[in-house]
C-alpha cells in the first residue's frame, strides 16, 4: 500500500527483449520513451530488484530518474514537519468544534425579509457565529422557530461542518388557482435552439439539462412585479446522445436447408392428427406452420406445415458479414429505443467493435454504437 514508483533509464542493445521480459512478468506500468538504445519506464519499488536481474541478463545499464510515492515521502519526512502536520490537525479538530456560518434555505418563493426575520430570532435565541456545537440542540431549536413563527409550515435544522444549516417552508396565504400546462426535458442533452413562443424560460441555448428537468414554468412577472399564469408553449432543440450494445456468439454450426415438403393436419381442441408422416427420426428438420383454418362454429382447425430438411455444416463466417449484422442489430435497438423520442436527424454515430477470440479463433463480437441527435426534447405536462 505505502510502495512508491520509481522512473528508470534504461540504456543497452537489446532493450526490445527487456522490455518482453518485464510485460511478461507484469513488472511494467508505463512506458514513457524509447530510442534505439534508451527507454524510460515506470515501475514499482517493490519490483526494482526483479528489474535490475533482468537487466544483468541483458547487459543493460539501469539509472533512476525519479522516486515518487508514499514511501519516499515519509522518508523525507523531519521532526518540525511532523509536529506542524499534527498542530494543523489540531486545529481542525478545535474548528470543528464551532459554528462558523449560519445558511439559510428556502425550500420555495425566496424571500429575503422572512430569511432576516429568521436571522433575527435565532440572534435572539444567542445562536450566532463562532459558537459551540453542543450549545446547538436541533429538535429544541425547530420547535422554538416553528413556535414564535406563525409564517413556518416546516423548519430543519442540520450541523454540518462548520456550518448551520436552517431549512423551511413557508406556509402559503392564498391558493394558486391556475395551473396551466408547464414544459419538461423528455430527454438529457445540450441545448441548440429555443424558440418561445409563451411562458416563462428557464434555461437558454448552450445549457445541459438532464431527463425531466422543467424548462419553460407556467408562471409569469409582469414589468410591475405581478405574477400572473400562462399555458407554457415553446420548441427546444437539443443534442441528445444514445448508447446501444449488443454482442455475437459465434456458433460452431449452422443450417443448409436441402429440401422442403408440406403435411396437412387436422386440429381437434388441442389434439393433433397429421395426415402423412414423411420425417423419420433421425432427420434434421424444421416445422414451419404456414396456414391454419377453424371450421367453425366446431373447435376444429386445418391447416398446412411446412418441413425444411437441413445438414449442420462447419460454420465459419467473416469478419464483414459479422459486423454487417450487428450494426443492423444496433439500429434496430436504437429505433426501438428512441421510438417515443422526436428525433429530428441523427447527426453522427461512432461504432465500437471489440473481437474475442479462442485459440486464434473469433468466438465473439461486441458491438456499441454511440448515437448523436439532434432532437425535440419539450414535452408538455
Known amino acids: 500500500m505505502?510502495?512508491?514508483?520509481?522512473?528508470?533509464?534504461?540504456?543497452?542493445?537489446?532493450?526490445n527483449k527487456f522490455?518482453?521480459?518485464?510485460?511478461?512478468n507484469k513488472i511494467l506500468l508505463k512506458l514513457y520513451f524509447k530510442q534505439?538504445?534508451?527507454?524510460?519506464?515506470?515501475?514499482?519499488?517493490?519490483?526494482?530488484?526483479?528489474?535490475?536481474?533482468?537487466?544483468?541478463?541483458?547487459?543493460?545499464?539501469?539509472?533512476?530518474?525519479?522516486?515518487?510515492?508514499?514511501?519516499?515521502?515519509?522518508?523525507?519526512?523531519?521532526?518540525?514537519?511532523?509536529?506542524?502536520?499534527?498542530?494543523c490537525i489540531f486545529?481542525?479538530?478545535?474548528?470543528?468544534?464551532?459554528?462558523?456560518?449560519?445558511?439559510?434555505?428556502?425550500?420555495?418563493?425566496?424571500?429575503?425579509?422572512?430569511?432576516?426575520?429568521?436571522?433575527?430570532k435565532l440572534y435572539q435565541y444567542n445562536i450566532k457565529p463562532i459558537i459551540p456545537k453542543y450549545k446547538i440542540d436541533e429538535k429544541i431549536l425547530e420547535k422554538k422557530?416553528?413556535?414564535?413563527?406563525?409564517?413556518?409550515?416546516?423548519?430543519?435544522?442540520k450541523k454540518e461542518g462548520a456550518r448551520l444549516f436552517i431549512e423551511y417552508v413557508k406556509r402559503e396565504?392564498?391558493?394558486?388557482?391556475?395551473?396551466?400546462?408547464?414544459?419538461?426535458?423528455?430527454?438529457?442533452?445540450?441545448?441548440?435552439?429555443?424558440?418561445?413562443?409563451?411562458?416563462n424560460l428557464l434555461v437558454k441555448e448552450g445549457d445541459t439539462v438532464v431527463s425531466g428537468q422543467l424548462l419553460v414554468d407556467n408562471k409569469v412577472f409582469s414589468k410591475d412585479g405581478i405574477k400572473y399564469f400562462e399555458d407554457a408553449n415553446a420548441q427546444i432543440e437539443a443534442i441528445t446522445f444514445y448508447t446501444v450494445s449488443t454482442d455475437f456468439t459465434i456458433p460452431l454450426y449452422q443450417k443448409e436447408y436441402i429440401s422442403k415438403s408440406t403435411i396437412p393436419y387436422i386440429k381437434v381442441g388441442n389434439y393433433e392428427i397429421k395426415l402423412k408422416n414423411i420425417v423419420t427420426k433421425n432427420e434434421n428438420c424444421d416445422k414451419i406452420k404456414i396456414k391454419e383454418y377453424k371450421l367453425s362454429p366446431l373447435d376444429i382447425w386445418v391447416g398446412v406445415y411446412e418441413i425444411r430438411r437441413y445438414k449442420l455444416k462447419r460454420f465459419i463466417p467473416t469478419f464483414t458479414q459479422i459486423k454487417v449484422k450487428i450494426i443492423k442489430e444496433c439500429d434496430k435497438k436504437f429505433m426501438t429505443l428512441t421510438k417515443n423520442k422526436k428525433i429530428l436527424n441523427v447527426l453522427s454515430i461512432r461504432t465500437n467493435i471489440k473481437v474475442i477470440k479462442q485459440k486464434g479463433e473469433m468466438k465473439k463480437i461486441?458491438?456499441?454504437?454511440?448515437?448523436?441527435?439532434?432532437?425535440?426534447?419539450g414535452i408538455k405536462k
Open 91 to 120: 486545529i481542525l479538530i478545535v474548528f470543528n468544534q464551532f459554528i462558523f456560518d449560519i445558511v439559510i434555505l428556502n425550500h420555495g418563493h425566496t424571500d429575503i425579509f422572512f430569511d432576516k426575520k429568521i436571522k433575527e
Open 19 to 24: 522490455l518482453n521480459l518485464l510485460t511478461f
Open 173 to 199: 396565504t392564498t391558493e394558486i388557482e391556475n395551473y396551466k400546462g408547464q414544459i419538461f426535458a423528455a430527454s438529457s442533452g445540450i441545448i441548440k435552439k429555443i424558440i418561445l413562443k409563451s411562458g
Open 145 to 157: 422557530l416553528l413556535t414564535d413563527l406563525g409564517d413556518l409550515m416546516w423548519v430543519n435544522v
Open 2 to 15: 505505502c510502495s512508491g514508483k520509481l522512473v528508470l533509464k534504461v540504456e543497452g542493445e537489446n532493450l
Open 366 to 377: 461486441e458491438c456499441q454504437r454511440n448515437y448523436e441527435c439532434l432532437e425535440e426534447i
Open 36 to 87: 534505439d538504445n534508451t527507454i524510460i519506464i515506470e515501475i514499482s519499488t517493490n519490483n526494482y530488484r526483479k528489474v535490475t536481474k533482468i537487466a544483468k541478463r541483458i547487459n543493460c545499464k539501469i539509472s533512476i530518474l525519479e522516486k515518487n510515492g508514499v514511501y519516499f515521502y515519509l522518508r523525507e519526512l523531519t521532526l518540525w514537519k511532523l509536529i506542524t502536520f499534527g498542530l
